[in-house]
């Protein structure tokens, strides 16, 4: 190889890398690997390898439908019942997964910098078996321009394991993902994650069982606080913690994005984010590696407009993208969220 050559090859290895990283806490772009029947096989090995090297990852799921929602006010056993029927009835049609590895902390006296490297999989899904669409939950995914088209022609088929046993399908593989999760035994992220915790245990795990007490006591035995760093919820930390008047994932999600790089021009400390191309680094032609645009306007980190973010259609002006990037976000933004709130406490 010429001299010549190895420069121009490092020069596009330079350029690559940097398109994905932040600069200066600035994160302007989410890599999104999608996974779905036609290249699980692939990319399976590499899921179940970045599980093992995480420091925490975070669960987000899109369902069929989410039931009935009055209940509120009722006795938990009774919430129970109609949560584990919702659940047994509905499907799981998308699994975002996103893994967090820290390579290092670095103090300096102008540089206190948290680096972290990065993968986010958008895994299609959907239940072997006939299962319950909720027209709204259509509505919402149609809104946030999820390619239904996409899901019906190439999702991974999951099972519970009771029919598992009599049909063997691809539900095996999400089983040995979230096996995996379990057995690495690093902090698990979700928002407002207790029905998603039912879908998962449902499909992923066994079937719900009829007490609420026997769920309990599994449910704990997943997450053993001697054992491993627990779950969190980004939702309760935000209420609870954070003390404030709005908790949904775009708001929070945006408040930290800023706030990074405040801190970052402050010298304190901020979050620095690498996503690892080593996929796209093996064949560039690939085409299930995507990035989504989630810069802020110029100028909202130096002069923040005086706006009232309790309406949408401000969210929407802040964000020309938004409808576009809503979708991608809720799989990402818990992640950074938890960041925030296990280093700045």
Known sequence: MTEKKKRIIDILEEERANYF????????????IEVNKWNM???????ISCARNASFVSIDLELSGLGP??????????RYKIICETARTRSIISVGLCMFRLLKCTEKKKKKRIKYECQVFNILTMRAVPFIVEPNSMKFLAKNN??????FSSSLFHTSVEVHKVILLQGDTMRSIWSEILAARIPVVFHNGLIDLFFIYQNFYLGLPESCDEFIANISDWFNLEESCGVYDSKYVAEMDFNTKRT???YIFRKCQRNNVLEA?????????SFDYH??????????IYSIDCSLPDGFYE????????????????CSNYLVIRFFLLKFLKFSFYHFYYFYN
């Open 146 to 151: 999820f390619d239904m088209n996409e899901l």
């Open 279 to 288: 996929l796209l680094s093996e064949d560039p032609t690939t085409d299930f």
């Open 265 to 273: 021009n402050c010298s304190r400390a901020f979050i620095s984010i």
């Open 41 to 47: 096989n692939r990319i399976f090995p590499y899921i």
């Open 21 to 32: 990283r932040t600069f200066h806490g600035k994160l302007s772009k989410i890599v999104i």
């Open 248 to 250: 949904s994932l775009e």
């Open 69 to 78: 929602q009055n209940f509120i006010g009722q006795d938990m056993l009774y």
């Open 303 to 318: 002069n923040p407009p005086r706006i009232d973010v309790y309406h949408d259609s401000t969210i929407k002006q802040l």
